[in-house]
């Protein structure tokens, strides 16, 4: 039995997706959330919600923000093909 092995990669992501993001940090609110508001979501929403806000704030420190995920050695391979 192979074992597969999960690595992080990592993928810039494009300009005008990171124009969207920084004012709408979550699409289907269309506004920031204080942390009263953010506190009564479901725990995958704030966790969404605050990868997109991290992403932003990475954008205005670098001048640019990535993507990350978690991908075996099997789908590396199609990521590179």
Same mark, same amino acid.
């Given at each position: 039995?192979?074992?597969?092995?999960? $690595?992080?990669?990592? /993928?810039?992501?494009? *300009?005008? =997706?990171? #124009?969207?993001?920084?004012?709408?940090? +979550?699409?289907?609110?269309? #506004?920031? =959330?204080?942390?009263? *508001?953010?506190? $009564? +979501?479901?725990? !995958?929403?704030?966790?969404?919600?605050? /990868?997109?806000? @991290?992403?932003?704030?990475?954008?205005?420190?670098? !001048?640019?923000? %990535?993507? #990350? !995920?978690? @991908?075996? &050695? &099997? %789908?590396?391979?199609?990521?590179?093909?």
């Amino acid at each position: 039995m192979t074992t597969r092995k999960k $690595k992080v990669i990592k /993928k810039r992501l494009p *300009q005008e =997706l990171i #124009e969207y993001m920084i004012p709408t940090p +979550h699409p289907i609110i269309g #506004e920031p =959330l204080t942390d009263d *508001q953010l506190a $009564k +979501h479901s725990k !995958g929403f704030r966790e969404a919600y605050t /990868k997109s806000k @991290v992403k932003s704030e990475k954008y205005n420190a670098k !001048g640019y923000a %990535e993507d #990350e !995920g978690e @991908v075996t &050695d &099997d %789908e590396e391979e199609m990521v590179e093909n």
